[in-house]
């Protein structure tokens, strides 16, 4: 898969804008401000239909105007192409369309993979559990669509559940009901996550030697054995009762599950260095990378942004190396140019317009 | 204020080192996990007698060694010294001595000053408003070491009060006067941050020019008239009381303000360019210098942990050139030597260890 071309119009710092891209490597240069991550998010967002986590669809619209559009070329390997638009208004309405075709998202979600690497994903590591439990249900989805709903259906039961938890009487034959659902809703969770924990392990063990450290993901609700580990949750769910009717709250379910990354037997929040950081996060991404490439049978874009000033040149250098064999096509923004060893194309950017092209 | 020299017994990934630094610049070098970030968090940790945020103690004590200590020597304006140590066992108690003698920490603290810009840093701009309001109350007790023990009392009271909210049969005659409580507290701290918010809104209007950037502070809580403020928070409270009968919880008050960083008139959270990031995240820092060296008349050492990385020439130099007027002293740490137009020492560090020093 390949991103051909791309256009935006009224797009963040970018009025207007049409580039054609390198089939291997596209660098972004420029200074501070210049818009290269954004850019790089508009490739996120063609890709996504949504800009990341944390930010409103309509952050994407150019200050003062009504309505972005994002339009990409993509290249398939079977020759195949695909026209993509994703188009935001600012009162939040979005249109996304292949081939001149409006779709639905769910139908312009298969169209184009992505996997990227931004600033803030380091949170994966450094940050609260909650932020690993979304990354792992992020990749659970990726596999099988359906966990989606299960996510969804597992958080409202859970909101009503603590409500009636909070109540003066509880309403005893509800409660049970609500907890029956949320035990069997838990499990399917916690199954997914298991496979997904496992697919990880599996990978950061093969490839994690390369770069010279161990990384693993343990989980506090998985023992080795998963029908052991659901044994063990359904019985600490009777146990609490009391506890959480003093509470108000469930206080047991993969909502509270905490995950943990560990490097070289430690864990990764306290002890990982900064290099460390940003190659468990490599390894994390180019693992969905693999995993998409395998299940949809294609060979999604790589994006980093800014990744690589935080890692010695020996690090650089696998991690290069790596892409290159597993992605046909990089994308990466850099404040100076720099050689990486890969042929491709530099996009030195300021002020949201393309200066000039060099080939590299 | 300069710390002339440092020395760690087994420390995170050093053994023993003694090392004996430039009084203007000290450059950290070193490829990724050799122990550069490490060092600097040893001269925090000298500073502030712990490790940063989300870090135990005994994370800073070498795998399978009992204790650690970290010793430095700090020189003066006029002209005295101080030999500070920090001591931590695996039991997780810590000692501290200044010239020989033990004291308790709240003496020690005085003793060493530092300003520090590490990665994660960042979440002060990029993370909830919770990153933010410990950050302004982090200031706050800067100046006023008493605002520690209001904010303490202040999270007391709203434990005890949610508690009463949530129980069946509400004591009302408790709740008022915990609810008066409260309200005195918060006032305390609204003000605090109010005064905090000002002299950073001074500064950062004064500074933001140098970069080309506007940037100003908001709070939810705050019209422009502390007083005013301050009244339409207390007829908040008196209009939620039925709202947080029905939650259980105290819905108004400082531990729910919302605080934004505006970076051209815009939230930084979706509009700060990872450039703007960093340079917002200076400015804070070094009003919080500007502060230190007026209320306790030293000047603070500073120290980046790999902070220039992500930035422009042009805005590298704004940077060296501010840390050069403001602070004595200032240690760094790179992938690479790098020429910053500061005469100093280059630390190569490997593997816990310096390699060689070399002036540059």
């Known amino acids: 898969m390949i991103l051909d071309s791309l256009e935006l119009l009224s797009y963040r710092n970018y009025s207007h804008i049409l580039l054609r891209f390198n089939p291997h490597l596209n660098m972004l240069v420029g200074p501070n401000g210049a818009g290269k991550t954004n850019l790089l998010e508009a490739i996120y967002l063609l890709s996504t239909g949504e800009l990341r986590r944390g930010k409103r669809d309509t952050d994407a619209i150019k200050w003062n105007e009504s309505f972005t559009w994002i339009r990409g070329e ?96 509880i309403d005893r034959r509800l409660l049970d009901s609500l907890t029956e659902l949320l035990i069997e809703l838990g499990e399917k969770i916690m199954r997914g996550r298991y496979s997904a924990i496992s697919i990880y392990n599996r990978y950061l063990e093969r490839e994690g030697d390369r770069f010279g450290i161990s990384v693993k993901i343990e989980s506090s609700y998985l023992t080795g054995n998963i029908d052991e580990s659901i044994k063990i949750y359904k019985e600490r769910f009777n146990s609490s009762r009391t506890k959480e009717e003093a509470l108000g709250l469930t206080i047991v379910g993969p909502h509270r599950e905490d995950i943990l990354i560990k490097v070289n037997g430690r864990d990764s929040r306290s002890f990982a260095s900064n290099g460390e950081i940003q190659i468990i996060l490599f390894l994390l991404k180019i693992t969905q990378l693999e995993v998409i490439r395998e299940i949809k049978g294609y060979k999604p874009v790589f994006i980093i942004d800014e990744f690589l000033n935080r890692l010695d040149s020996r690090n650089s250098r696998i991690i290069i190396d790596v892409i290159a064999e597993k992605s046909p096509q990089l994308f990466v923004s850099m404040i100076s140019k720099r050689e990486i060893g890969i042929q491709g194309t530099v996009f030195n950017i300021d002020g949201g317009e393309v200066i000039n092209e060099e080939t590299l």
Do not use: C, M, W
């Open 74 to 169: 993509v290249y398939y390997d079977d020759g195949r192409t695909s026209k993509l638009v994703t188009q935001i208004r600012i009162e939040g309405e979005k249109a996304f369309s292949i081939n001149g075709k409006i779709v639905p998202l769910k139908r312009y979600l298969g169209a184009f993979y992505v996997v990227s690497i931004f600033d803030d994903d380091k949170e994966i590591i450094t940050g609260g559990p909650d932020k690993r439990r979304d990354f792992l249900d992020d990749f659970v989805t990726n596999i099988d669509p359906e966990y989606h709903f299960i996510l969804d259906r597992y958080r409202n039961v859970l909101i009503r559940r603590n409500r009636i938890l909070r109540t003066k009487d």
